[in-house]
């Protein structure tokens, strides 16, 4: 099975519009990664994942080696699978310690337990900060005689606490036991992230693309009181000097977000992402939010992207059209990523049926 053309070329202003509910010629496609397999068999060669060229930082912290996809290389993949941004990854805090040799290192342990734990915790500033806007500045190289535009994926932090740094049941038990330690923990997050999307700003990112898994299929990780007491007012500093910018403004967290997304709203975010299958009916959430928001996802990477047809596929894209392309505000894509166990046929078709059917 082959790529097959479709209308018009990759455009950032597509995407720009379809968020904000303007006119637009198609419905854009995104995907926040495209594993290895695939960006080799659509370009012919061996270029990395649509993340990273060395590692995987959708795997976490400690497989976050190496550098982003060549420029080059993304905006041929772009051009191919008609996709309207380049992303670049800043997902994770990158808080370190040093191990025994006295390097700094990222803490991927989970050794971060008290207090004096985290008085030997070196904190992120201004070399960090810089290290990613090298790659910003060599996206924006890299597109001028395009269309395209680019997007940072930043902002994971409180899954950097939980899943790397403290690790998820002490993080749970510390959220209830010792909340002031976890809104420290917090507060010194937000600090490099608010600095970081300042400097993405002063480099003129297109888009900002916010993403924290705070949620599982049954609900958010903690009572929604404590939640929105802790998290929200991180999240408002973060995201400051995107809102003041007017940047559109893209959010992303697994499960069932549902007590979370008038606060979200509220934030100034725009889209949310992946709409999981497992917490989110999208015929719900287009009811409810499709004029306040932008949707964008939810095609299972389980069934039928892992596990059906091409057939299947391109039916369950039909579903997904029929209820989220009218009146626009709706970004084509799979619940989470095309992972290398997706067939590289059923993302070929679910990328064709998305140019034939998205077509305004």
């Not at 990664?33 to 659509?42: A, P, Q, R």
């Not at 007491?229 to 069932?256: T, V, Y």
């Not at 606060?263 to 959430?285: E, F, H, K, Q, T």
Request: hydrophobic share 40%; glycine share 8%; charged share 25%.
């Amino acid at each position: 099975m082959k790529l097959e053309a479709y209308l018009g070329e990759p455009d950032v202003q597509r995407l720009i519009d379809q968020i904000g509910g303007r006119k637009v010629d198609r419905v854009p496609n995104l995907e926040n990664l495209v594993d290895d397999s695939h960006v080799e068999k659509i370009l012919g060669r061996f270029a990395g994942n649509t993340l990273a060229y060395g590692g995987d930082p959708a795997k976490g912290a400690s497989e976050a080696t190496g550098r982003p996809m060549f420029a080059k290389d993304f905006v041929e993949f772009n051009q191919a699978t008609g996709q309207d941004v380049l992303l670049i990854e800043a997902i994770w805090t990158p808080f370190k310690k040093r191990n025994a040799d006295g390097k700094p290192v990222q803490i991927t342990d989970r050794s971060i337990k008290t207090r004096e734990d985290w008085t030997q915790v070196i904190h992120p500033g201004d070399a960090e900060i810089a290290d990613k806007m090298q790659y910003v500045r060599e996206y924006r190289e890299a597109i001028k005689g395009t269309r395209q535009g680019t997007c940072l994926l930043f902002g994971a932090f409180m899954q950097t606490l939980y899943e790397f740094v403290v690790g998820l049941t002490d993080f749970m038990m510390m959220c209830i036991e010792d909340q002031e330690f976890v809104e420290e923990m917090f507060d010194a997050s937000a600090a490099y992230l608010e600095k970081l999307v300042a400097a993405a700003v002063a480099e003129k990112i297109d888009v900002l693309y916010f993403a924290d898994d705070f949620a599982w299929k049954q609900g958010l990780f903690l009572p929604p009181k404590l939640f929105k007491e802790i998290w929200f007012p991180r999240a408002e500093r973060i995201l400051a000097p995107a809102r003041r910018a007017g940047l559109p403004m893209l959010f992303h967290s697994d499960g069932k977000i549902d007590d979370a997304v008038e606060g979200l709203i509220d934030l100034g975010l725009n889209c949310i992402n992946p709409m999981d299958p497992y917490g989110v009916d999208y015929r719900d959430y287009k009811k409810r939010y499709g004029d306040r928001l932008c949707l964008w996802g939810n095609i299972d990477i389980d069934w039928p992207l892992a596990h059906g047809t091409p057939e299947d596929v391109e039916k369950d894209v039909v579903a997904h059209a029929e209820v989220l392309k009218p009146g626009g505000r709706w970004i084509a894509g799979s619940s989470h990523s095309i992972t290398n166990f997706v067939p590289h046929e059923n993302y070929v078709a679910m990328l064709n049926a998305i140019h034939k059917i998205g077509i305004y």
